[in-house]
């Protein structure tokens, strides 16, 4: 979800105002994930990386995040029986935001619908250093010194039980991934649109539907 800033200035508004357009955009884009009835969406709300913008911009977006999270998507959560996972570096984050992710977890333990996830504090490369510290941990225990294989790191990610993306979409005109699931996205299908993100409408993601709908996918082997 990228452009929230640049929405706003180019209407003369504080960039605050964009994250929040942004935050009821994403408000549309689980209600639009629902009604094509995709199984799994993943909202890349706030990286590792965007820890670097100064301290006001950082609270302004976690403090917007919280107040959706509390005031909207955990109600949603519990009406239509989500299943959530939130994925990034949760001690990163502000003791009220983890506050209301844990309720909203809680809350949707027995939940069977649909996964929302949230990647809130998240950054490619701490997931994989993550993982790969697990598996140190596990392996030091066991004094195990066997090589580590592909499947055994990917098991240790955030996305455990989550199946890769089949597409990813980015919003806001550049092309490139931002250390968003760097091993998860390897053979995604990968779009790209000028729109802001608080430009969000349904017919984009018909569009990008549709033209996935055509493409042979076959990861790495021959196409048929
Ligand atoms: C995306 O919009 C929102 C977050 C990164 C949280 P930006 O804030 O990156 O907006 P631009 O790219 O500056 O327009
Ligand atoms: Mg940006």
Known sequence: MDG?????????LPRTDGHEAGAR???RAIDVADQLDIEYTTF????TDNQKRDNQEVGNILGIIAYFLQNYVS???VER???VRFIGEMRLLPEQLLDIINNINKNALNNKGKTLIFAIGYGGDAELAAAVNK????????????????EELKSQLYTINIPDPDVVLRYGGYKRLSNFMPLQTAYSELFFTHKLWPDFDK????????????IKRNFGGINA
Do not use: C, M, Q
């Open 4 to 12: 929230n800033g640049r929405w706003a200035t180019a209407k003369g």
């Open 25 to 27: 955009a994403l408000l």
């Open 44 to 47: 890349y709300a706030f990286s």
């Open 75 to 77: 109600k949603t959560v």
């Open 81 to 83: 029986g989500y299943r």
């Open 135 to 150: 598996i140190i941990k596990n392996r030091h225990r066991r004094l195990d010194d066997t090589p580590v294989t592909a």
């Open 203 to 214: 017919e984009d993601i018909i569009a990008v539907i549709k033209e996935y709908e055509g």
